[in-house]
């Protein structure tokens, strides 16, 4: 199970996230944050036709996609915003200084590493060269164990917050995660990887498009190999084989939907069980060379793929496997080596994959890796810089609105007995909300960083965030650690420990605005925190308890009355994106979907809730000359203004969980008489679904 966030950022593409100039300045002038404002609105447009380019097109013409940017909205600004906080925060934390907290030092170190382009540049492949050393002193392929043990502890762990299909390990991934039957004591997890493409569907799909991504894959493996010193002519080999081991085990992997049914990951396994799943790999040997603690279980997520690796390592040669090694290793690292490598990566990840023209500027990227590779530590600078404590407690307001309204909407459900009724209300009471940054700051103080050791730094922290994770194995689970960093511009609902978490990042301007009204922050901040709120109970959520379990406490006909609406939602979303070639799955975005039409719903009446408080109703004027329901509306459309590259809206569709912005708005709004009656629209007109859905 993955947290369920707001959006994902593409993994391979997340030194895209930020953007614009290419200067290097010592520091950022802190760029401009966008707010909600009336004079966006495009009056000339009809709201019912097209809500999203009513509220957006404006702000969509006067802010085209910068060239090293896959995607640009009002989101992306404040991403641009908190980089531009934490690159501040780490020039002055470079300075070599005897004030310096051992905090500071640590990740101005790290920083100055990486901004030392001309010694990363001199070192070229040598960094790597002992991790490829060992692969190539792999004689039989009786060594994997070891050799994937060391290549699995020096490379970064994928965030979890990320869609699966974005996890990179090598062959496999491993990693720690509370049991599905008993959330209470965290796990061993052994999942699918060992695939460089975003997703299996890229090696497995037939269509033109498909094809020559492959083409361009197969060119740029060669050239990262080539790169790492291997001849021209074997380059080439190689590329075809790395081609087709990562193409047997798409073949072997669990589909994208299928995983979205916990059900279906719960394999718990003992260590003979897997020895019988994959024979020619010795698992104790691995577990010995990782030092990992034993497990009391282990979830092997896809019991096939495992199969499916037993067989890749039957039928391919030493040779072949020493490939694909190479492939892997130079591909994990590369965007921390030398320009050649840095840049033959972005133009097949950034250019192909994503669209994007240029690379980001170097200060951006290095301060990117800084809060992936030392979050908690640059966060801590970030938050007594950034995050007015005041925030927290009207944020803890609106949570608190927000979640009366979900208990007031399952009250009032018809479609639901009073058993289930009872169960989803304590649920509710028991998530837990976190709002900010951790109650405990991680302690980095073993992670040994060096000012002229950028590829060590990386390695360094990876085998260190690994390891964390693996003396997590049979341990009680942790409910207070934080799966996002501090700056992170995303949310996300974790259904294992039934917690909403809202990082500090988030808590800004277009999303939450101290100075804005109730109306214009319950639209924003507020669906958000509806979104996440109701992904306990989407498709993936409602099957865990309040104790994070995976539990059914539905009644079997409220669970089909559930799958009904389920249905309704997921046949709406699937829809053609003409321009990027492809067709959105309503069952791959079937949960982000619910929560995002659950969201707004409770938002909406926790806003009305409190404008009765204060005496005021939503169809009252606000200060702008828009109704209350107005803004509300105006404002959480703002939050989705902004366009894709096609080749980036086209690689999200295929991957990952998340709608376009386009149908994040006008399905939402279709689906609500309140949208309706807000705007005047009228039956038949575009923004007003003949079928409109309804979860929550
Ligand atoms: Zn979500």
Partial sequence: MRFCALLTVLLALSTALFAQSATTPSSSAMPELERFSIEQVDKSLDPCVDFFQYACRKWIKANPIPPDQGSWGTFDSLALWNIAAVHNTLEEAAQPSPNRTPVEQKVGDYYASCMNEDAINKAGIAPLQPELDRIARMKAKSQLPEVLASLHQIIRPANLSYIDAYYQGVVFGIYSQPGLDDASITLAILDQAGMALPGREFYLNDDAKSKEIRDKYVKHVARMLELSGEPQAQAAADSQTVLAMETELAKAAMDIVARRDPKNLNNKMSLQQIQALTPSFEWKRYFAATRAPSSPQYLVTAPSFFRGMETLIQSHSIEQWRAYLRWSAVNSVASSLSQPFVEEDFNFFGRTLAGTQQLPPRWRRCSVDADTDLGEAVGQAYVAKYFPPENKERMLQMVKAIKTALDQDIAAATWMSDATKQAAHAKLAAQVDKIGYPDRWRDYSSVEIRRDD???????????????????????????????????????????????????????????????????????????????????????????????????????????????????????????????????????????????????????????????????????????????????????????????????????????????????????????????????CRAGQPMVHANACRVW
């Avoid at 204060?614 to 606000?622: C, E, N, R, V």
């Avoid at 980036?648 to 949208?675: C, D, I, K, W």
Wanted: aromatic share 10%; hydrophobic share 35%; glycine share 12%.
């Fill in 454 to 680: 950028f590829l060590g730094n990386v390695q360094r922290a990876s085998a260190f965030e690994i390891r964390r994770r693996m003396a997590q194995f049979g341990q009680p689970t942790d409910r207070t650690e934080w799966g996002m960093t501090p700056p992170t511009v995303n949310a996300y609902e974790d259904p294992q420990h039934n917690t909403i978490n809202f990082p500090a990042g988030i808590l800004q301007p277009p999303f939450f605005d101290a100075r804005a009204s109730d109306a214009a922050n319950f639209g924003a901040i507020g669906a958000v925190i509806g979104h996440e709120i109701i992904h306990g109970y989407d498709d993936q959520g409602r099957k865990f308890d309040g104790g994070g379990n995976l539990k059914d406490w539905w009644t079997a006909a409220d669970a089909a009355s559930y799958d009904q609406r389920d249905q309704c939602i997921t046949d709406e979303y699937t829809q053609d994106v003409p321009e990027a070639g492809v067709k959105q799955n309503g069952k791959l975005s079937a949960g982000e979907d619910t929560a995002d039409n659950g969201g707004v719903h409770i938002a909406l009446a926790g806003l009305q809730n409190t404008l009765k408080s204060q005496g005021k109703s939503l169809d009252q004027p606000a200060a702008n000359g828009e109704t209350e329901l107005q803004n509300f509306f105006l404002s959480y459309a703002n939050v989705w203004c902004g366009d894709n590259r096609p080749e980036l809206a086209r690689t999200a569709v295929m991957t990952q969980g998340h709608s376009l912005n386009r149908y994040r708005v006008n399905n939402v709004m279709g689906n609500m008489p309140e949208f309706g009656h807000a705007f005047g």
